[in-house]
Every structure is written in C-alpha cells, then in structure tokens.
C-alpha cells in the first residue's frame, strides 16, 4: 500500500506541473482568436496566480478538515473541470472566470502533497517528485504544440491536458482508502486548531525562511523570463540561440533534481541548501564575466543547478525546523510566499531592463541570492 501510495504521489506531482507552461505556449494562438491585446496573458495569469495564494494560505485549514487524500483529489478535479472550461471558452471574460478555479486548484495541494510528502518521505522522494513536477511542466507545453501542429487548435491542447488530469482524478479516487492507512491523516490534524496567518509569522524563523522562498521563486521565475533578453540585448547572441541557450536553465532543474535525490542520501537539507546556493553564485559570477557564448551557457546551465535542491530542501526541512503540528500551515503559507515571489520579482526586473540595462539582469539574480542566503543562514535544522 505504501509503495503504490507513493507511485500516486509521483502521479500527483507530474499533473501539477502539466498545466503551468500551458498558457505561455497557446496565447500566441488565443489572443488573436479572441481578439485581445497580446498584454491581456497578465490578467489571465495574474488571476490565477491569485487564486493560487488564496488557496495556499487556506491549504493547513482545509487539509485538516479533509486530509491529504481528498484535498488532492478535489484541487485536481477542480483543475480538471478549469482546463475543460478553457477549452470551451471563445471569449476572453470565460478565461478569467475559469482562470479563479484553475488556480484554487493548485494552491492547496501543491502545499497539502509537499507537506505530506515532507512529513511521510525522505529528502530523496522530494527531490524526485520535484523532478517529476519538471517533466510535467516541460509536457505540458508539447501537448499544446501537438495540437497546434496537427491544426486542432489551443482548445484541444487545454482538452488533452484536461482529459489528463480527468483520469488522473479517478485515480486519486481510488487511492482515498490508502491515505486514511498513514498517520497524519484528516484524524489527526483535526485535533489541533489551525493556525492564523499572524500565529504563524509569529513562530520564530517563519520570516527569514518566507523570505528565502519569495527570493527563491522570483529568481527562478527572473532567471526563466529574462535569461533569452539578456543573451540577446546584452550579450549580442541571435534570438534563436539564445532561446536555446535559456532552456539550459531548465535542464539544469531538472536534470539537477534528479541528481540532488541521490545525493540527499548522504547529505542533509541544510548542506543540500548551502550546494545549491554556491552553485547559483559561481554560475552568475560567470555570467558576469566577458566572454564568449558558451562561457554564459555555462553561467545558466550553472545557475539552473543551483537551484535545482533549494526548494524541494526547504520544504522537506519544515517538519523538522517548525515541528509536525505546524508543518501545514507554514507549507502554506510557503507556497504563497513563492507565488507573490513569482508574480512581482520579474516585473520589477523588467522596470530595471526598461529604464536602465537588461545587463543587469545577473547583477539583480545576486541580490536576490544574497537575500536567500542571509534568510537561510540560521536555519539550523536538516
């Protein structure tokens, strides 16, 4: 029962990441078909970056109400019926209105799983999910070129996904009974109170450590969105190899994953962290460096490892650092941390290329890292 357990939490993880490169990959096809102006992806993305928090913040109340198994079961089949609005949807106000489930979807069990996972898993099987979370993310956008390549259109790109996450929902429906079997179920985390969002800034290190992930994931998000500008405005690379350039970034995510899962079997979280940090500095220091392309391939590829064992690290540390009782709530409120990170970091780096130099792209990724490891340096724990 554990095993197959597992095996449904890889599944979880993949579907998680499956709808989140889908947007970027259709608007070129949607904003034309409905009319709109290319800016109106913002809204669409903003609506359910939104909806994301709330539900992230709500993830400890309701995963205590329901426990695990069935706050997954309903966030994916939420998402399910989201990506089956989209489509459906031939005007831009049905977007935004799906877009509200489609994102309190993803909230509460991308918090709910990471903490069940941090509480029942070794670092290893986090570090491997999150790896699994890359795979999905990097398929989702091939299924949307599928079916534009074979002219079916971004709705059926959003049916396939969904159609995806549909079966994936029977799935967890069958595994219900498993979940109940493991400790830290509905049962148990219904015998304390949920904590409120002052209780828990309250805990001590909840601060540095929400810092840590809005740093995190806004240089993740910097680091993705402008990696191709710099190479090309700055470094005078063609566009074309640029793009392939930036996309090392992910490699280096991904593949850097599912290396830090064998290498968290020697190392604890604290030292996995403290790797990754050191990579990300010496892969901006390169980038710093004049040169020729392949010595700033090299910086991204760099940078792209780096951040590979710090999240899935972090996570898999807060049992241990905050205590079980509170790991679900500080989850939580992680995860909303991560998304503010993500929404508002790239914009404000974006003001900074517009009225400035977009040369200053690895200069601002090292101020955000030196915030992350000043947050992180009393973590203690891992």
């Known amino acids: 029962m554990f095993h197959l357990l597992l095996a449904v939490v890889y599944l979880a993880f993949i579907s998680l990441g499956l709808p989140d490169g889908l947007l970027?990959?259709?608007?070129p096809s949607i904003y034309p078909a409905l009319g709109v102006p290319v800016s109106y992806a913002g809204a669409v993305s903003m609506t359910i970056a939104?909806?994301?928090?709330?539900s992230s913040l709500l993830s400890d109340r309701l995963t205590r109400l329901l426990g695990t198994g069935k706050v997954t079961l309903v966030s994916v089949a939420m998402t399910a019926a989201a990506l089956f609005g989209f489509s459906f949807s031939h005007s831009f106000l049905l977007l935004i209105l799906w877009a509200v489930p489609y994102g309190l979807g993803a909230g509460s069990v991308d918090a709910a799983l990471n903490n069940y996972v941090a509480l029942h898993y070794a670092s290893s099987h986090m570090s491997w999910l999150h790896c699994m979370w890359g795979i999905g993310a990097a398929a989702g956008p091939y299924i949307m070129g599928y079916a534009l390549a074979g002219s079916q259109g971004w709705n059926a790109g959003y049916r396939y996904v969904g159609l995806i996450q549909l079966i994936l929902t029977a799935i967890l429906l069958a595994s219900l009974p498993f979940w109940k079997k493991r400790p830290g179920t509905a049962e148990e985390a219904a015998s304390s109170?949920?904590?409120t969002l002052p209780e828990i800034l309250r805990i001590p290190g909840?601060?540095?450590?929400?810092?840590?992930?809005l740093c995190y994931c806004g240089l993740e998000a910097t680091a993705s969105l402008w990696a191709s500008s710099y190479l090309t405005l700055h470094r005078g690379i063609a566009p074309?190899?640029?793009a392939s350039m930036a996309s090392l970034f992910f490699l280096g995510i991904t593949a850097g994953r599912a290396a830090s899962g064998f290498a968290a079997m020697k190392l604890r979280d604290a030292q996995m962290i403290r790797l990754g940090l050191m990579l990300i500095g010496a892969g901006l220091v390169i980038l710093l460096i004049p040169g020729p392309a392949v010595l700033a391939a090299a910086g991204i590829l760099l940078v792209g490892l780096g951040c590979a064992p710090i999240y899935p690290c972090i996570i898999h540390s807060t049992p241990a650092r905050f205590g079980a009782d509170k790991s679900q709530a500080m989850?939580?409120?992680?995860?909303?941390a991560a998304y503010v990170g993500s929404c508002l970091v790239p914009p404000l780096f974006g003001l900074i290329a517009g009225n400035v130099s977009v040369g200053l792209w690895p200069v601002y990724l090292l101020a955000l890292l030196v915030l992350m490891s000043v947050s992180t340096a009393d973590r203690g724990h891992g």
């Open 193 to 195: 109170k949920p904590l």
């Open 206 to 213: 909840a601060k540095p450590v929400l810092i840590c992930f």
């Open 24 to 27: 970027g990959a259709a608007w």
């Open 240 to 242: 074309e190899t640029a």
């Open 50 to 54: 939104a909806g994301t928090i709330i």
């Open 331 to 336: 989850i939580g409120v992680q995860m909303a």
